[in-house]
């Protein structure tokens, strides 16, 4: 096993051991007002998994995402508001088990600091909703070094026309 690997999948197993709940946080992030919804009509929006990565900040088993196997020409959108958030252009293959981007759209996404492993990580969210959709990192590609590692069931995928 790659060290990689398994470091991602040791991470994903104490984000969800150690993850609190964040219904009131994820909220706040959202900056579009139309988008600062209750929990109660998030869950009915949402599918449990997302309400669970998106409005909970959970993080997705490693692997188990169709979006990691998506290679058509695209837009990928958030899945709580439809707010475009990466270019299939900027899509690639880290190997670590979720869909991965080296730049986000322009003014898609907000970022905090998040210490829930205890070494501080920039997680970022969606713009307008507020919901979460990964962590940020430095080991990505050219010509930004960063890695956007997001949940797969926090986007849709759209396809060129």
């Known amino acids: 096993m790659e060290r990689r690997s398994l470091l ?15 219904g009131a946080e994820a ?6 007002p139309a988008w600062r919804l209750s ?6 929006r949402l599918s449990p998994e997302a309400y669970q990565v998106l409005r909970r900040e959970g993080t997705e088993r490693p692997f188990s995402s169709p979006l990691n196997r998506e ?11 439809d707010l475009p958030l990466f270019s299939s252009k900027s899509k690639y293959d880290s190997g670590t088990g979720w869909p ?22 920039t997680e970022y969210h ?10 940020v990192f430095g080991d990505g590609p050219r010509p930004t070094g960063k890695r956007y590692c997001n949940n797969g069931v926090a986007l849709v995928f759209k396809p060129a026309t």
């Open 100 to 121: 991965s981007f080296w730049q986000p759209l322009p003014g898609a996404l907000g970022t905090t600091i998040d210490f829930k492993l205890i070494v501080p990580r």
């Open 27 to 32: 909220a706040s992030n959202a900056s579009d």
């Open 126 to 135: 969606c713009k307008r909703c507020g919901g979460h959709q990964g962590h």
């Open 39 to 44: 929990d109660a009509q998030w869950k009915a």
């Open 71 to 81: 290679k058509r020409a695209g837009t990928y959108h958030c899945a709580g508001c």
């Open 8 to 22: 991602t999948g040791l991470s994903a197993a104490l984000s969800g051991i150690l993850a609190l709940p964040k």
